[in-house]
């Protein structure tokens, strides 16, 4: 659907071309929102690096003077890290190029697949680099004790923040340059993956959408219950590990009152702890078995809201567990 859609732009029905002209725009904000933090963290990134630096600068003077070849060898890895992180953007770039074209995707796929093998390649070239770097570094402290470790950790410092410093830059190159491409593909493709609603159009490409809105429901509904069913777990869980411990508690008072032959206490339920254990009898009889949340998972999800989410929240269970401990600490205050 995505490349008919991109060509019948400004043909589709109106209601169909506002949703996809929304979704652009917050994708355009979004990318925008992501320019601002990536110049954000650009300039936090070059601070980090020059500070970096100038700490180590006089040890690293020293370092150089004792050892010319572990320098040699560093600066020729640096170089080569620098060159590696050019040509993977240089890749990126010419991916993106390739892509541009309607179908451009498919008709440049072997070359794209090439680009990106390629990139693979010189991202896995990289970090051997980088480690490489690190055992120069690691094997340049051991000469020169002297040194010390702080040495050690701020020039590794220094070279990882430079490395995605350099990421940072190419990304946000990247961004600023396709901004406006990048929202139309951000935009169509989240709109299609979002939309729950087609378009009417008495052709293929109607039927098509409509099969596609049809599966975005029946995925929602799933990824509700299993949200529902996720959240239900952990509440339970919470509360399970209250009862044990609760449960130990109760025991501890027990064998006290058996050891020293206190008298029998009478704890009283309070009202709170009654509500919340009268939900698992509603919780049972609404949810018969675990088919249940497969046949019809936006009512499970429904009812694990209405039974566990709502009602058995981190709050009340807080106060359940302090209610039922204060009973029993009112109850066994007779015995001092």
């Known amino acids: 659907a995505y490349p008919e859609v991109t060509l019948r732009r400004g043909q589709l029905p109106e209601s169909f071309e506002r949703y996809l002209d929304g979704i652009e725009q917050e994708e355009r904000a979004n990318l925008e929102q992501e320019m601002e933090s990536l110049n954000t963290a650009l300039t936090s990134g070059r601070e980090a690096i020059d500070a970096r630096m100038a700490l180590a600068q006089h040890t690293v003077g020293e370092l150089r003077e004792k050892n010319p070849e572990l320098n040699q060898r560093e600066e020729r890895l640096k170089r080569r890290i620098v060159r590696l992180q050019d040509e993977f953007s240089d890749a990126f770039e010419e991916i993106e190029a390739l892509s541009k074209p309607f179908l451009g995707s498919l008709t440049n796929m072997f070359a794209i697949h090439k680009l990106r093998r390629r990139q693979k390649k ?36 220094w070279q990882e923040q430079a490395i995605e410093t350099l990421q940072q830059q190419s990304r946000y190159d990247h961004v600023r340059n396709n901004l406006e491409a990048l929202a139309r593909q951000n935009g169509l493709q989240r709109a299609l993956e979002e939309m729950t609603e ?130 029993l600490n009112r109850a066994t205050a007779e015995w001092n």
């Not at 070239?125 to 690691?138: F, H, P």
């Not at 309070?270 to 936006?298: F, I, M």
């Open 122 to 157: 010189l991202k896995k070239d990289q970090q051997e680099s980088v480690e490489a770097l690190r055992k120069v570094r690691a094997a340049w402290v051991r000469k020169v004790q002297d040194a010390g470790d702080r040495q050690s950790e701020l020039r590794q410092a």
């Open 198 to 327: 087609a378009p009417e159009l008495d052709d293929e490409l109607g039927s098509t959408l409509a099969e596609l809105a049809e599966h975005n429901q029946v995925r929602a509904r799933f990824e509700e219950a299993l949200e529902a069913v996720s959240t239900s777990v952990g509440l339970l869980n919470g509360m399970e590990k209250g009862l044990n411990t609760f449960t130990q508690s109760v025991a501890s008072v027990l064998e006290e009152q058996k050891e020293y032959g206190l008298k029998q206490i009478r704890v009283e339920v309070p009202a709170r702890v009654v509500a919340v254990n009268t939900t698992w009898n509603a919780l049972t009889a609404r949810v018969k078995d675990e088919g249940s949340a497969l046949r019809d998972p936006l009512a499970f999800a429904a009812v694990a809201r209405q039974y566990v989410v709502d009602r058995v929240t981190p709050e009340e269970i807080q106060r359940y567990f302090e209610s039922m401990g204060d009973a």
